[in-house]
């Protein structure tokens, strides 16, 4: 699919998505589709993130940053992206 493709799905409304680990492989992607949800306030839409994928992304983020990774850090840019 692509981006107009989706975006035309998301305007259904009050949809709650769930994505897979695949999407936190290229943050970017991530943070534009938060970025298009967001963009979106009047369709009521709910990204849903398993704990499991939350844990595969930050394995792989603590073995990339090693001692410099900062949980604090990637709660804040995932608030800023209403993600909580």
Known sequence: MNETEVCKLLQ???LTI???T???YEIQNFFKVC???NAMPK???KMVISSLVHAEKLFDLK???EN???INHVIKVL???NCH
Do not use: P, R
Request: proline fraction near 0%.
């Open 22 to 24: 695949n999407i936190l």
């Open 43 to 45: 369709y009521n839409i």
């Open 12 to 14: 259904v409304g009050n």
């Open 18 to 20: 769930t994505v897979d």
């Open 35 to 37: 970025n298009k949800i």
């Open 63 to 65: 073995q990339a940053y």
């Open 79 to 81: 608030e800023a992206k």
């Open 68 to 70: 410099k990774f900062d």
